[in-house]
């Protein structure tokens, strides 16, 4: 599966929304874009997949720009909780795993 | 959404020891789930597939020979660490797919803490 790009890390206030990007250049026609939150010492939760143009849950939303070689994780009014590393790995078709990238580490400051 | 367990959730052991590792989905079948091993600070390494009934498919760099997987049922898979030394240490995180979940997603187990002294 195609590699992801990410920020490193990204510092942010409490209330504020979050916009972490993610660069997949060479993503495959198949390939769903998902995004997951992982803790200290947790195995990763899902968040939210998307194809194309935007999707929406109780959490967060997604953005996906037409050529889809990149994407928008949008996290609004964060809290101290959300501080956590976000990934966001490409699913493939079948059962191919997640492959993933190096993350972004998210700091939420009071 | 599903549910995957890991048993343990942590474990020490001596070098050169074995420590097996337990996946369970809990509320849906797997016929394929995923090992991967994190490092501190670091992202989740895929180290192998584990197909139900059959051998585990593994990824350039990991030892099969060390690192057993068996899907025994639709519903457990193990790994087991053999002759563990202390770079074995690592956090553990199965993961499996549920094939009938809204958007087919991967549901990750809690993950298990291997230190060898």
């Known amino acids: 599966l195609a590699k992801t790009t990410q920020p490193i890390s990204m510092d942010s206030y409490e209330g504020q929304e979050v916009n972490i990007t993610c660069s997949h250049n060479?993503?495959?026609?198949?390939?769903?874009i998902t995004w997951y939150q992982q803790f200290p010492s947790q195995g990763p939760r899902f968040i939210i997949q998307?194809?194309?143009t935007k999707v929406t849950n109780e959490v967060a939303s997604l953005f996906i720009p037409a050529d889809r070689k990149s994407s928008t994780l949008s996290l609004p009014r964060v809290s101290l909780s959300d501080t956590a590393v976000y990934y966001c790995?490409?699913?493939?078709?079948?059962?191919?795993?997640?492959?993933f990238g190096k993350g972004t580490r998210l700091s939420v400051i009071a | 959404g599903a549910v995957v367990s890991q048993h343990p959730s942590w474990v020490i052991c001596k070098s050169g020891t074995s420590v097996k590792i337990e996946c369970r989905s809990l509320?849906?079948?797997?016929?394929?789930m995923f090992w991967y091993r994190q490092f501190p600070k670091q992202s989740l390494m895929l180290m192998a597939t584990?197909?139900?009934?059959?051998?585990?498919?593994?990824e350039q760099g990991v030892e099969k020979d060390k690192f057993l997987i068996n899907h025994a049922s639709l519903t457990l898979s193990t790994l087991t660490v053999t002759s563990a030394h202390p770079e074995d240490s690592s956090f553990y995180i199965c993961?499996?797919?549920?094939?009938?979940?809204?958007?087919?997603?991967?549901?990750f187990g809690p993950g298990t803490r291997l230190t060898v002294l």
């Open positions: 993961s499996a797919r549920d094939g009938l979940a809204t958007y087919n997603e991967q549901f």
């Open positions: 060479n993503i495959a026609t198949n390939d769903y």
């Open positions: 998307g194809y194309k």
């Open positions: 790995p490409l699913k493939g078709s079948g059962n191919t795993p997640l492959v």
């Open positions: 509320d849906f079948q797997a016929t394929t």
């Open positions: 584990s197909n139900e009934g059959s051998k585990a498919t593994y």
